[in-house]
């Protein structure tokens, strides 16, 4: 009888996992959140685009790429319309609604200041009389978004107009993650008139994301996904082309 049972488990097992494989997995990114996910000359690239690819590629299922604005990611996620979308910040609530797989990788959620500034940040009491600016929709830190004594400046759409209103002197301090903060400024050629303040507010986990609903999914991505962490030299290569 155990034996009967252990080879309809197995059937089974068989089954459901050919069952994933045969249908097309459809990924969604931020259209504009390099080095990590964005859209150059009609392709995705970006540092989770490319991990992603080589684990979907590993798994060998039917994939698509594609970018949308950051709060269409969330409503198509929220909705069970993609597979996966990229590329989630940690967050208590989000592990509770989605199914979080990874890390991917992690960054520094840093603030950017113009090169001659003497702003200074230790605790984020020291930026209270200063202008900051954000990206609308962006889930920043809970400190952060907690802080109502701060001046958040929220209008900004992405990471270029940020820096570029940091230039301007619209507002006195921008915040973002550095790696993509650091793209942006190299990209506009404007890296020489721009520092990152030396104390990072957190490092932070960035993850894929899977709508409950993909449970089957999420388990086989996350095993594949460990599998090319493990091979350090191939994952680090992955990251290393983007600085």
Request: charged share 25%; net charge positive; proline share 3%.
């Amino acid at each position: 009888m155990k034996i009967m049972l252990i080879k309809v488990i197995l059937f089974l097992s068989v089954l459901l996992s050919g069952f994933v494989h045969s249908e097309k997995w459809l990924v969604a990114g931020d259209v504009s959140f390099p080095p990590y996910v964005y859209e150059e000359n009609g392709q995705v690239k970006g540092i989770h685009a490319d991990i992603v690819r080589v684990v979907l590629d590993r798994l060998k299922v039917d994939y698509e790429i594609k970018t949308y604005p950051w709060k269409r990611v969330i409503s198509m996620t929220d909705n069970n319309k993609i597979t996966l979308s990229l590329s989630w910040v940690e967050k208590r609530e989000r592990f509770q609604k989605y199914l979080m797989v990874g890390p991917l990788q992690y960054g520094r959620t840093v603030f950017m200041v113009k090169k001659d500034s003497g702003i200074e940040f230790n605790t984020l009491k020291d930026l209270s009389n200063y202008k900051i600016g954000t990206i609308s929709g962006y889930s920043y830190t809970k400190e952060f978004e907690e802080a109502d004594f701060l001046d958040k400046h929220p209008a900004t759409i992405d990471n270029a107009t940020l820096i570029s209103k940091l230039l301007k002197g619209r507002v006195d301090v921008i915040i973002g993650d550095q790696s993509t903060l650091e793209f942006e400024a190299k990209k506009l050629r404007m890296s020489h008139r721009i520092k990152i303040l030396a104390n990072p507010l957190k490092v932070v986990s960035r993850y894929a994301v899977f709508p409950r609903e993909k449970a089957k999914q999420a388990a086989l991505f996350s095993n594949a996904l460990n599998e090319l962490k493990f091979d350090q030299a191939r994952y680090q290569s992955i990251i290393d082309q983007y600085r």
